[in-house]
């Protein structure tokens, strides 16, 4: 945790770190198909800009993902620029009356004078995951009769067309 507090409006407040794999993991944990292969790494500036602070990121991550077409798994590389606006929750009000525009994409809230920057990290780049999640642009998955990974082979199975 940051303490907002502590950055400045005159000198950047700069952070090079990692998550580590286990932390990665832990945020991830609903997504029992994806987990982290290496620690992700982080350059983050803050500075405050008095309504609320600047964020400047770059994140590099590995994640091993199974891809939803053919269920094998593989590895994605990330290399994710963050820009973002934070801003002290009760600058909007109570935690319930929070109502956030289009325009306001960019800010994240913070609560306490905390900044929980790794979490703010970890779900800038869990936005960046594509839908689907694939192993190759072409996967062309499983067959629905014989289960074959029709990436590896090709099968002979007559597939109904469903309408």
Do not use: W
């Not at 994605?76 to 319930?96: C, P, Q």
């Amino acid at each position: 945790m940051i303490q907002s507090n502590r950055i400045s409006t005159t000198k950047k407040f700069v952070v090079d770190a990692e998550i580590s794999v286990k932390d990665v993991d832990a945020f991830f944990a609903d997504d029992e198909f994806c987990h982290a292969t290496k620690p992700l790494k982080y350059h983050a500036t803050l500075i405050n800009k008095k309504k609320f602070i600047a964020l400047e990121a770059d994140i590099q991550a590995e994640l091993e993902h199974a891809c939803d077409r053919c269920g094998e798994s593989f590895i994605r590389s990330y290399a994710h620029h963050v820009t973002l606006k934070l801003v002290e929750a009760s600058s909007f009000g109570t935690k319930d009356e929070i109502v956030l525009e289009a325009d306001d994409l960019d800010v994240v809230t913070y609560e306490n004078s905390e900044i929980d920057l790794e979490h703010i990290l970890l779900e800038s780049l869990f936005l960046e995951f594509d839908e689907p999640c694939l192993c190759r642009e072409d996967c062309k998955g499983i067959c629905p009769v014989c289960r074959q990974n029709l990436n590896e082979k090709a099968c002979n199975c007559v597939v109904p067309e469903f309408n």
